[in-house]
T-cell receptor, first 112, second 114 residues
Framework: GEDVEQSLFLSVREGDSSVINCTYT??????LYWYKQEPGAGLQLLTY?????DMKQDQRLTVLLNKKDKHLSLRIADTQTGDSAIYFC????????????FGSGTKLNVKP | NAGVTQTPKFQVLKTGQSMTLQCAQD?????MYWYRQDPGMGLRLIYY???????DKGEVPNGYNVSRLNKREFSLRLESAAPSQTSVYFC?????????????FGPGTRLTVL
């Protein structure tokens, strides 16, 4: 099956930038996503990028996609304590209708 | 517009008991999904329904059944609960006719099987 990998933990200081990384194995991805999960809550879509794009910026969030290395990253500028959460990357496939593949999630801890 | 709702929020079962987790969406989405989330394993797809009247197995369907009651509702049933089914269950929906496959998630049901 498809393999989406993330590091488990990241700790940063408030005001610094955070970079959360993700690698995937299937080159037939159509969209790649970043979701945020706060404690005790469901997953909330943060942003997504189409597989033929290299970068997408949305306020404090920047998504970078390196298709050659199958590497996706999420940069959060000026990280705040409210950004503390688990961040999941996910991919969907053009030939695998309705199937999403999620990474195991990166727990971001923002220290004041 | 409530999005995706799930009931119950919490449940404790004894081994062998049965229960049904309910999910409803009010976004007129065609597709609905059930996932389970276990520590360090991300989300794994149990079953999905591409449209009303159809259901298909996902990655981990054993021990579960589903019913797509109508376009709004998609239920997950555990016929004989086992401790290995202790998990957090998420329902999601998406609209394949939109520009993306974005999935919208419910708040989850935390199930403990003793």
């Amino acid at each position: 099956g498809e393999d989406v990998e993330q590091s488990l933990f990241l700790s940063v200081r408030e005001g610094d930038s955070s970079v959360i990384n993700c690698t995937y194995t299937d080159s037939s991805s159509t969209y790649l996503y970043w979701y945020k999960q706060e404690p005790g809550a469901g997953l909330q879509l943060l942003t997504y990028i189409f597989s033929n794009m290299d970068m997408k910026q949305d306020q404090r969030l920047t998504v970078l996609l390196n298709k050659k290395d199958k590497h996706l990253s999420l940069r959060i500028a000026d990280t705040q304590t409210g950004d503390s959460a688990i961040y999941f990357c996910a991919e969907s496939m053009v030939d695998n209708f309705n199937k999403f593949y999620f990474g195991s999630g990166t727990k971001l801890n923002v220290k004041p | 517009n409530a999005g995706v709702t799930q009931t119950p929020k919490f449940q404790v079962l004894k081994t062998g008991q049965s229960m049904t987790l309910q999910c409803a969406q009010d976004m007129n989405h065609n597709s609905m999904y059930w996932y389970r989330q276990d520590p360090g394993m991300g989300l794994r797809l149990i079953y999905y329904s591409a449209s009303e009247g159809t259901t298909d197995k996902g990655e981990v369907p054993n021990g579960y059944n589903v019913s797509r009651l109508n376009k709004r509702e998609f239920s997950l049933r555990l016929e004989s609960a086992a401790p290995s089914q202790t998990s957090v269950y998420f329902c999601a929906s998406s609209d394949r006719d939109s520009d993306t496959d974005t999935q919208y998630f419910g708040p989850g049901t935390r199930l403990t099987v003793l």
